[in-house]
């Protein structure tokens, strides 16, 4: 509750965080089928039709109404923004954890395989692991966690790394406190508020690494709406029907930066220093 | 002639100056060549009011809002420093006013080599380049009485101990000629012979150059000997100030004769403990020969190519009921040797025998940092459940009992149980810690430096605690310290560490009133007094030996002899 007040305050974390409860909104309406038209269906007489007030948006090539399929584009890509990055918070903590807690060789193999990863430009990763494993949005799912994974196991390591040296973990010790309760209890716990952060801002990138995959006909396959695919749709027709390329573009940007500010507003408020009391 | 005129200072903090304030009131006067000593718990505004003479207290955030502070400029101009402007300020910082900090380390420039820094001090204070500052920056270190000053110029501050570094920063400061110099607790980080030294040195150097001096200390018994002037600190107010014989021997505030009995004096080993009696028992631990080294490596494949004996060569035992405190300077293998007995870091060699106590861990730790050793993420019912959690019990209700019970017993309430570490104070902290290592009900506890952290007063608390708890459950204390004044108080026994090794142990009452190792006679000399305060101290420039030793290096066999009951010294082997 604290934190919530705390978020309703910050002039950027209000507005980012009413901006993804807008996103979550409309995927939640869009997914049980409460759409203004089916976004599915082909009205042949209304195509190309600009922004009105039956079509908010304009239809598209099909007479499909952009609207909708934006609504279900955001739950589609939200759906995989928020898997992805869920695989890899668990992937990269796990990992992060096991490099920080057992040291030496564990540290020296995981964390050379994470640089490995952090080598290639995001979006050149994902396109060639959905190029191996076959396109479609398990599979662009499973490229994006790994993609994001090393950023996790980073941001994981390191504090992990501080905290192990820490005089509680030693008093854990003196108790005899089994490993895998010394991990949870004293180094995940206090690894709550990092990852938070990461998390928000991972999921803005997430969303852009999930948008480019459907543009390149990588992830979501058509006629399934996607940000990307609607993009990808609307390339040829930008001179006769810009709309069908400037809303889903807007969707994207908000979406990002929504996430972006949200995720700014956490770190100011998980950070000892702005709270004001010690470490 | 009066150098510094403070009337009626005020300094507060925050939005809202008016309900923030620190400082509330303070006047003194500081004569050339003279020494202020301002004295007080963290929190009594001691440290800002040092700060607000030469107007750093601006960057922390801190506001005048009265009084004035009049300091006579070289050439006889007197300027008021609470009005100055920030040009006129960065004039008096360094030149008429030089500061000297608690950690050297973080107030030296890590890449630069002391050397160019100290040449840069002159080239800003005097103008000197080249040879000249150079040579100037030798002198530096000569007059603060650094041997092979030439050699050292060339050093970076890693390179050099801890006090070494604070003369680095008095060179420095110097440099300039300041006719007022602030040090704020410039040896707290220091162990107490380096302290000595420093304390020695600073005294020399004032009388030298005529320099007056403000010095800002917790501890009063180290400012007895150098101060003409006190001032006693308490919430902002100087609650007592005068002449230092004055105030010492005839204390008229509550809070002087609060601290001055509160800070534990020294007396040479005529107050320890008497209700002692280890003739009975058989031990509850014993080391035998204990060593713990830790590799060296270098060169490109990361070989070993010596070892750091942090200890060599450990022989004590502890019998239920008894303390035997472990006094050594850093560096000098006591913390690893309780380490050790905790398993918390392996022995290279040696035996560690503990007999199985009350419960399946015998032996239980408070450490020296009561903000570090609580996880700052659970409530006190979770950091007293975890012992037990660990011993496999069931957090019930007979288990919140005995934490409440616990908690009673070591002075806190029991609605602390849903608390969280950041609501409690460093004292309170230190009495949760201890509440945890008991919920097991130990044999034998070890305090690392458990009571340095703390303000006197509180110091005394815990102290007096900790010797009820251990008559109450019997327990063995292995209590690690550096301040001999607290050791007197509560050990039986006593091991004085030196360089890895035990060079005298046996009774408190014995070691401390005659010690007989030179490493234990320098170590007792050096310990502050308000009783010693007129006697004298020689600069001594003994550097502890380096522990880095070869690759299969042995150290010598002890040899011991009896200093008494109870007492054996190690023969010294000439160098």
């Given at each position: 509750m604290d934190m919530l007040r705390a978020i309703a305050r910050h002039p950027s974390g209000r507005i980012g965080a009413i901006i993804i409860a807008l996103y979550i909104v409309a995927a939640i309406l869009g997914a049980i089928g409460v759409t203004p038209h089916d976004p599915i269906q082909q009205f042949r007489i209304d195509r190309m039709k600009g922004p009105s007030l039956t079509y908010l948006m304009g239809t598209d090539l099909l007479g499909r109404d952009t609207f909708s399929r934006l609504m279900l584009g955001i739950g589609q890509s939200l759906t995989i923004a928020f898997s992805s990055v869920a695989l890899a918070t668990l992937a990269g903590t796990i990992i992060g954890l096991f490099a920080a807690w057992w040291g030496h060789l564990w540290d020296g193999v995981l964390m050379r395989i994470m640089d490995v990863l952090l080598a290639f430009p995001a979006i050149l990763l994902a396109m060639l692991i959905v190029a191996i494993a076959g396109k479609g949005t398990l599979t662009s799912v499973a490229a994006i966690a790994i993609v994001y994974t090393p950023i996790f196991a980073r941001v994981v390591r390191g504090p992990a790394l501080s905290l192990k040296q820490r005089d509680f973990v030693d008093a854990a010790r003196t108790f005899g406190s089994s490993q895998s309760f010394i991990l949870t209890r004293h180094l995940l716990l206090n690894l709550v508020a990092p990852l938070t952060v990461q998390v928000t801002l991972a999921l803005a990138w997430a969303l852009l690494t999930e948008a480019g995959l459907s543009f390149l006909g990588l992830g979501t396959q058509p006629p399934a709406p996607s940000l990307g695919v609607m993009l990808s749709e609307s390339k040829n027709l930008m001179q006769q029907a810009p709309w069908l390329m400037i809303f889903p573009g807007l969707a994207i940007m908000f979406g990002i930066l929504g996430f972006n500010l949200f995720g700014d507003a956490l770190r100011d408020i998980l950070d000892p220093k702005t709270q004001g009391r010690a470490a | 002639m009066t150098l510094l005129s403070v009337r009626d200072l005020h300094v507060a903090f925050g939005r809202d100056p008016g309900a923030n304030e620190v400082v509330k009131g303070v006047s003194f006067d500081l004569d050339a060549g003279k020494t202020l000593a301002i004295v007080g718990e963290s929190g009594s505004g001691k440290s800002v009011t040092a700060l607000s003479i030469n107007r750093l207290v601006d960057f922390g955030g801190g506001r005048f809002t009265g009084g004035t502070i009049l300091l006579e400029r070289t050439g006889g101009t007197t300027l008021d420093v609470t009005t100055a402007d920030e040009a006129a300020l960065t004039q008096i910082r360094g030149r008429d006013i030089g500061m000297i900090f608690q950690e050297p380390m973080t107030s030296l420039n890590p890449v630069h080599t002391v050397g160019a820094q100290i040449e840069e001090a002159f080239r800003l204070n005097r103008g000197l380049t080249g040879t000249a500052a150079t040579s100037a920056a030798r002198d530096a270190l000569e007059r603060v009485r650094i041997p092979d000053a030439a050699q050292r110029l060339a050093y970076y501050p890693h390179q050099l101990s801890g006090g070494m570094r604070q003369r680095v920063m008095i060179a420095m400061v110097l440099a300039s000629n300041p006719r007022l110099l602030i040090a704020d607790e410039p040896t707290t980080a220091l162990d107490v012979t380096v302290q000595a030294q420093i304390m020695a040195l600073l005294a020399e150097l004032r009388d030298e150059l005529n320099m007056a001096m403000i010095f800002i200390t917790h501890d009063i018994g180290l400012v007895a000997g150098i101060a003409d002037d006190i001032m006693v600190m308490q919430n902002g107010v100087a609650v007592e100030q005068g002449p230092i014989d004055s105030v010492l021997d005839n204390p008229q505030h509550d809070y002087t004769r609060h601290l001055l009995n509160a800070v534990p004096h020294f007396t040479f080993g005529n107050t320890v403990r008497s209700d002692g009696n280890r003739a009975a028992a058989a031990p509850i631990v014993s080391v035998d020969n204990l060593a713990v080294r830790f590799p060296v490596r270098s060169g490109l494949f990361r070989n070993r190519t010596g070892a750091v004996h942090a200890v060599d060569g450990v022989d004590l035992d502890l019998v239920p009921g008894e303390t035997l405190a472990i006094v050594g300077e850093s560096g000098s293998g006591k913390s690893t040797t309780a380490r050790a007995i905790l398993g918390l870091v392996e022995a290279t060699r040696g035996q560690i025998d503990i007999q199985s106590g009350r419960s399946g861990r015998p032996v239980q730790m408070v450490f020296q940092d009561p903000y570090a050793s609580l996880n700052p993420r659970l409530n006190v019912e979770a950091l007293l459940a975890e012992p037990a959690i660990a011993a496999g019990q069931r957090v019930d209700a007979k288990l919140r009992e005995r934490m409440i019970a616990l908690l009673e017993r070591v002075g806190l309430t029991r609605d602390a149980l849903t608390r969280y570490p950041h609501q409690f104070s460093g004292g309170q902290r230190q009495r949760l810690c201890i509440a945890r290592a008991l919920m097991l009900n130990p044999d034998v506890v070890v305090l690392d430096?458990?009571?340095?952290?703390?303000d006197v007063s509180v110091q005394a608390r815990v102290l007096d605690l900790l010797i009820d708890l251990q008559r109450e459950f019997g327990l063995a204390y292995l209590f690690i310290s550096h301040d001999m004044a607290v050791v007197e108080r509560i050990a039986h026994r006593v091991a004085v560490m030196y360089a890895g090794q035990i060079v005298e142990i046996g009774r408190a009452a014995s070691v401390l009133a005659s010690p007989q190792h030179s490493y234990t006679k320098r170590l007792i000399a050096a310990v502050p007094a308000v009783a010693r305060r007129r006697q004298h101290f020689t600069l001594d420039a003994t550097q502890v030996p380096s522990l880095v030793r070869p690759l299969g290096y042995e150290p010598p066999p002890a040899h011991w002899r009896d200093a008494g009951e109870d007492h054996r010294v190690r023969i010294e082997e000439p160098a």
């Open positions: - | 430096e458990a009571v340095s952290a703390l």
